[in-house]
């Protein structure tokens, strides 16, 4: 078998939204830079993603200089979003935590609501230095996430989703395999291991850059959305739950802390350290 290395890089500047793949990122100490420090939040400031609106698969968010993005989606017109004056700032929820983030202008939230049909705002993380702690059950002191759902960054192995999608083929729902690797929104993808080798990561070297494996993924409804289409299946749910039941979650892929910042390429050696 081949060395194991990093197949490919994946940052998505607005949670839920589609990304782009990058030849070469830098690793902040809360994730990769400007990946998911943007978010929509409802009329009662609590955020709103795939699970609940799966046609925010649709939409694209395109990294541009200084933290602005170029909004994309069908049939509707481009818009660009710079970062807004954090003077202003308002607290957010996402998930169990309390977030200070500054809002967009206006005519972002309302390009969203009109390809939503809901009322929503598009809001940028204020300061993710110091204001969104990670789990302290897998966290050291200090160190802090992005609007991402827990942990700076999440890797995924092509040899996994091989065996994940020969599963697949076996089951109820074999014809809505096999499924790529975009269900599963990562940030990292390696390729040259064995399946599953990742269960047992504990550090991990890729080129310069080491982490610390914090835990493995439980995988939600967003899995199941065709991040082409918005149409949602039964897949890899289904399968999951046969057969990747780890600790009561349904699992693929591990989540990840940055030891230390430094630059990711396409390319780069995975060394698995402990």
Not at 59 to 76: I, K
Not at 136 to 143: F, L, S, T, V
Not at 261 to 266: A, E, I, K
Request: hydrophobic share 40%; net charge neutral.
């Amino acid at each position: 078998m081949a060395s194991p290395v990093l197949a490919s890089l994946h940052v998505f500047p607005v949670k839920a939204a589609q990304g782009h793949a990058p030849d070469q990122a830098f690793v902040e100490p809360w994730g990769i830079s400007g990946d998911r420090r943007w978010m929509l939040v409802d009329d009662s400031a609590k955020v709103v993603t795939q699970r609940q609106h799966a046609r925010l698969a649709l939409t694209r968010a395109e990294p541009l200089p200084g933290g602005a993005v170029r909004l994309s989606a069908p049939d509707r017109a481009p818009l660009t979003v710079t970062v807004p004056d954090p003077v202003h700032r308002t607290s957010v929820q996402i998930w169990g935590d309390k977030v200070e983030a500054v809002p967009a202008d206006e005519a972002a939230g309302d390009w969203f609501s009109a390809f939503l049909g809901i009322e929503v705002r598009l809001v940028h993380l204020a300061d993710p230095a110091v204001n969104r702690p990670i789990d302290p059950d897998y966290a050291h002191r200090g160190e802090t996430v992005s609007f991402a759902d827990g942990f700076p960054l999440l890797v995924t192995s092509l040899a996994s989703l091989d065996a994940l999608n020969a599963l697949i083929a076996q089951g109820d729902h074999a014809q809505e395999g096999p499924l790529p690797m975009n269900r599963f929104r990562p940030n990292l993808v390696v390729t040259g291991t064995e399946a599953w080798a990742e269960d047992h990561w504990s550090r991990i070297a890729v080129g310069e850059v080491t982490f610390r494996v914090a835990k493995k993924c439980g995988r939600c409804a967003v899995t199941t959305t065709d991040q082409h289409t918005a149409v949602r299946g039964r897949e890899p749910l289904r399968t999951l739950a046969r057969h990747r039941r780890i600790d009561g979650k349904l699992v693929f892929g591990q989540n990840l802390v940055p030891e230390h910042p430094g630059t990711l390429r396409v390319g780069d050696p995975l060394t698995v350290l402990g």
